[in-house]
């Protein structure tokens, strides 16, 4: 080949390159940006700081966090380098492509509850168990079992963000209108009820349009002490979800308040907006909710925020009755050089003093104990107060295979009367061993 | 003669390579993925037979979706087809507002479908939709139903608003049909004393015969595929009262059971097959010698 013939393939080689170059930049579809902290220079401390990966879903960092980032760097000299993925399968699959290609950050956001199944490797291997740290004892290990904890029971995640609870919200006004008491059994329920319709408001509107929101019944009647271990048959085909009796409480009770005539004339077509204003403005006197929908209230009515009210469903009765608990999300450490000084941030995170800074900028109720400053309205705060005396329990179990995908249509159609409890139940369960058998688990053959 | 041949083919080699890879190929790869355990990261660790096929066919609700889609490829194929006919020979007429008449029967054909479902929605409401509140102010509140919600109508419903929205397909269809009619042969039935009723039976529809097969196979092979209008106004329900098959292949996917949602797309593909195949063979071929 002649110098002129060689120059041409140099010229080929360094195109080609460059465009590989170019194209490998573009797949790199993570946004990455150091947090403000970042940018300013340490005024406080002059010593090095420590710098943290930290890899999430984008919309988990906001207020609170960026209150948190700056005092973190004021006091402990601590500074996170966020990595942000997009929300939803992309950014799943993106964390678990990180993972599985050992590029580890030094903190994971995750959700509450992580297991081997999640495709981020074993627990143990990979994570540090949080279970001898000192932030734990504000914790409430008991009422996260099977939620937040993972299969060989260590709790591996530490909270992040507020949790939610699903209880009854009620309107004051009304209640005190009409000289009830919180019911404390169903059957006083019933006779609340009775008296809210005898005045000719909707004792317990149901946004049944939106047919997520029909789920709350079941949840808050599932939400058990006994859950967890429940699903540790029902993971080894061991116990059915056909049988689950906790939740087909709440199912029962869709079928009932309607056969009762308890609920608004047209739940089928009135939405989770519909719900709010009629529990604001009084037309409502109950709505079986989670305190999520308080921030919408909020917004939208805040002159009618403090009418509103919380107590547990009494399905059961004599204090059988739990709040439902909604997992906060979970910060995790992986295992490598940095754990420590991430587990030194997890530890000050944790702590009442900057749980205050978190939640004196964001919504939620905090999973740990003892936090003071708040932006919770009065029936988030009486939610808290029931959780505070240990009458709460998750809603949620570590389930190995998905089982509630369609619960909201099916509780739809339960309403509708196109279903019974029993087949709720039945398609549910057929829906989880559908799943089983897809993975090809053993137990399920 | 070969070289002659030979370069013929190469004309014919990049159309077909295209048509493999972006047809052929993907409509094997679902059928092929039928019969897997698929899952959502698009991953299959055996092949399990026709599972996917019975699990589909087992299930008492999947039974639902089938019927639906049937009533409604069905329903509104017949209004879609009828309604067009006789509105293409109204708005056929010599009128002052033919124009006008013909702009407004087509419009809902262009309009967002999301945009629709979500006016109708607002329009169907039991209690402040503009339907029941008119049927209300006229004292005819018997007729007034919870048009969405009601599980024994529900379908009914969401078909009424699929042939007000695509019955202008129809009308455009015909219309441009009857007007390639020629005048010399309407003029010289009329001379035969075949007006009216006579003359559309024997003059005019034998040749509009091949434009209403078209129609037909057309609408039913859009309501066999109906999704985005289901979604929008009903998402299936209430419980799964409207469900139709592409539902339940978007509740099979979203679910993370890939090789289900494909075995019940496969089905899908060859019901549409099979109806649009029987229907060809049904319908009467012969249109009238020009």
Known sequence: MNARGLLKVKMLLSIVTASALIVLSACGGTVSESSQTTQKPAAVKPKEKTKLKVLGFGSWFKEGMDAVLKDASEKMGIELEIEKV???????????????TKDLPDILLWSAGLTESQNLGIPSETFVSQDDQPWISNFDKNSWKGAMDSEDGLFYGAPYGGMNSAVVLYNKKVFEGLELQVPKTLEEFWSVSEKIKKSGKIPVYLSGKDSWTLQLPPFMAQARPGLSEFFKKVNVN??????WSDQKRGLVFIQDVIAKGYVNKEFLSDSYDNAQKALADGDAGMYLMATWVMADISKKYPDKVNDIGAFIMPFEGNGADRVGLFAPNSMYIVKGKNQDAAQQFVNYFESIDTQNIYFANEGGIPAIKGVTVTKLTPAEIEAQKLIDSGRASAVYSISKYAWDSDFGSLTQGLAAGGKSPEQVQESIWNTFVKNAKSKDDPNFK | ???KQYYRYTMFLPGFAVFCLFFVLPSF??????????????????????ENFINLMREPDNFIAFKNTLIFAFLTTFFKVGLGLLLAIFVNLKLKTTLYLRSMLF????LSTIAVSLAFTAMLHPERGILNEFLRWVHMDFLAQSWLTNREIVMYSVSMVEIWKYTGLSVILFLAALQSIPKEVTESAQLDGATGWKSLRHITFPLLLPVFNTSIVLHLIGGLKVFDLIIALTGGGPGNASMVINTLIYKSFTQG?????TAAS???FLLVLFIVLMVNRLLPKHETER
């Open chain 1, 86 to 100: 997009p929300e939803g399968d992309d950014g799943v699959k993106l964390v678990r492509t990180r993972f599985a």
């Open chain 1, 238 to 243: 061991q116990a059915k979800l056909s049988d």
């Open chain 2, 1 to 3: 003669m070969l070289r």
């Open chain 2, 29 to 50: 790869g679902s059928f092929f993925y039928g019969f897997t355990n698929l899952d959502s990261g698009f991953t299959f660790t055996r092949f399990v037979g026709f």
């Open chain 2, 107 to 110: 419009f809902p054909v262009i």
């Open chain 2, 257 to 261: 059971r890939n090789g289900e949602a």
């Open chain 2, 266 to 268: 496969f089905i899908l």
